[in-house]
């Protein structure tokens, strides 16, 4: 392609993202989908641009967007945020991950007949959500701190669970033999590790920041250290994407994480960002995930149909499967109703999907192709249905009667076992104000939230 051409292209595609995300504010219609048509039209449908001729810049390209993204995305986290949200964030990443690997697995070997191991790796592969999809959407969304905290939390958690168990998978399909100590001492040291790794370059860099501010040019920096946190993390087998996450809380948070001694030698100013440094990371944040989603349209494979259409009947039953999830995760009497439609709508894949379903074709593995073409078709209808939900939460009734009758019938189960369990009880019990979904100033009323007021007043 000519370089003139290029360059009208890319600052028509900067345009075009600032449209898109002042549809998004006014009418709800998420950018990511916008930009992802852009990609599968320039791409796949016209063959203007190809995959391959991104060659190895296209992966470094998506590895550093999800790092910048995770590490903003952190920054704005509270610990106290992360203390009310931990609970449901557990339980939400567990059960949304282990019962999408099995339903999807269950699908593999039953109806498409694919081997038992290799049908759980393609159900490993997609258990989880994408946080370059869902930390942009939840920003962009009135819901509740604590619901929005347990989104960004769930995509980076659950990222962990898909890399972690899809290698496992892959490892065993490979040399024929299972050892599930081995597994769970992976998801633990990787969840830990990182977690460790990224609070201590977090104090470390609080300890240096005001002399790094210093020197002249320097505010590029700190997302260079967070490259290098990352990829510290990731060569020592660890995820660099929890590693990354643990830094931006770490250095939103470093007065309360810090001793009291540390606290004499860091500079007030390094706990948290400046305005100048919020806009540009800001704006780095926004750029990236301008071109990762035109990136991943371009990704999409659309030379066979059938997989287009398996993909579309798994992304339909992880859409019903992911309702009974969200319900029996987040106690309805703690958790506002409308934020409960979002959480139900929000089940997006992305690069980690992606770049999994790449593994098994590369390790010659029978049915590899067919793992990496029903994939990138589910980060495609995943990713449509999420966009395609949202605005119509507010817009349509019939969708949020459609949820209410769903938790209501999913509800009894939820209801009874939380009964049975003493430790819930308790929790209910003790409720206070506090565990009540914090609300922006300007958010949208709707016929939920103002019965919710109403008896709030009463």
Known sequence: MNIGVTLVAVGFMVFLAHVFAEIFSRKKIPDVLM???????????????????FGMIGPVFTTITLVTILFEGGTELKLEELKKSMRGTSLLTNLNFFATMIVVGLIGWFVYELEPLVSFTL?????????????????????????????????AFSDVLCIVFALALIETIEIGEINVGLVFGKVLASFVLATLIGLAGAIFWSLILHKIRTIKNSIFTTP????????????LGYSGAIAALSFGIGL????????PRMRRYINRQADTFNETEKVLFSEIVFLLKTFFFVYIGISIQLR??????????????LFFLRIPVVRFSMPKDQTDNRDLYYMSAIFPKGLAAAVLATIPLQRGIAGGEFIMNVTF????????????????????????????????????????????????EVHLIGNNVDDEPEREVNSPSTPETEKTDLKKDK
């Open 123 to 155: 159900g490993a592969i997609v258990g989880g959500t994408s946080s370059a999809v869902v930390i942009p959407l939840v920003r962009q969304l009135t819901i509740g701190k604590k619901s929005g905290t347990i989104l960004i939390l769930e995509s």
């Open 304 to 317: 066979d149909l059938r997989p287009l259409l398996i993909g579309l009947g798994i992304t339909t039953v």
């Open 252 to 259: 939103a948070n470093m007065e309360i994480l810090a001793s």
């Open 35 to 53: 930009l992802i048509i852009i990609g599968l039209i320039v791409g796949p449908i016209l063959k203007i641009v190809t995959i391959e001729a």
């Open 224 to 235: 260079a250290f967070v490259f290098i946190i990352f990829g510290i993390s990731d060569l």
């Open 377 to 424: 078709s589910i980060v495609l209808f995943s990713i449509t249905f999420t966009s395609f939900l949202i605005p119509m939460i507010d817009k349509v009734p019939a969708i949020r009667k459609f949820y209410d009758v769903s938790f209501t019938f999913y509800g009894w189960f939820n209801d009874l076992v939380r009964k049975t369990d003493p430790i819930d």
